[in-house]
């Protein structure tokens, strides 16, 4: 599949590239510590180093109009789509190394909640870039380029991808959601437990 940059016209529709409006150095010379498996991705929703630091209380108030927030991370080795999941707000991505986004669109769910996954976008991050990913914008773990981890700050809603507290219905919407503010579909091949399996087509491989 053609894989797009992020500053291309065509991310617009999905979300945007911040530039040059924070100071990431701190940031990313912690990330630079983390874990990074070459046979998984992992993925913690909320570090206290991370949200300890000065620049992380001028995300809160600039993107987050004073609202909670929480500051994770995503690092690992991925190949491939697996899923696409969603949120009610944006979610905010900082590039540590270079990675691959695989995007859809909310407007393209089908009313039984299937997408077919021929409608998914790539798009091609840089290291240092900071980008947004609309409400709308559907998504999941990035891609390795060229078989190397991966590591990608992930800033969110406090409490956003949490374990939920309520049995929801397994009607409708509400059998997407697997945590907290987080609603996913799953590829049947990627066999993620608890999860429906409504992308329909092939599983996205980026190689």
């Known amino acids: 599949m053609q894989i797009k940059k992020a500053t291309d016209v065509a991310f617009k529709e999905y979300g945007r590239v911040v530039t040059g409006k924070f100071d990431l150095e701190d940031l990313t010379r912690i990330m630079n510590l983390t ?15 991370l949200e300890e ?25 991925n190949t491939k789509l ?8 944006s979610e905010f991505g900082i590039a540590i190394s270079d990675m691959i986004i ?14 077919e996954t021929s409608k998914v976008e790539a ?3 840089n290291a240092g870039e900071m980008i947004e990913m609309y409400a709308t914008t559907l998504h999941y773990a990035p891609c390795s380029v ?16 949490t374990d939920i507290e309520t049995q929801f219905s397994n009607m409708g919407e509400d059998a997407l959601m697997t945590a907290k503010n987080k609603w996913l579909i799953a590829h049947e091949n990627a066999k993620i437990e608890g999860a429906v399996n ?9 190689k």
């Open 35 to 49: 874990e990074a498996p070459t046979d998984a991705v992992i993925y913690y929703p909320s570090i206290k180093e």
């Open 146 to 161: 060229d078989g190397k981890p991966f590591r990608n700050v992930v800033i969110l809603p406090k409490g956003t991808n």
């Open 102 to 115: 695989l995007v859809g669109k909310q407007q393209d769910i089908q009313d039984d909640f299937t997408y």
């Open 53 to 77: 630091l000065p620049v992380a209380e001028e995300i809160r108030k600039s993107f987050f109009g004073e609202l909670p927030m929480q500051i994770g991370y995503c690092n690992g080795t």
């Open 198 to 206: 409504g992308l329909k087509g092939i599983n996205i491989e980026v």
């Open 82 to 89: 697996n899923a696409l999941e969603y949120h009610r707000n």
């Open 123 to 125: 798009f091609y991050v």
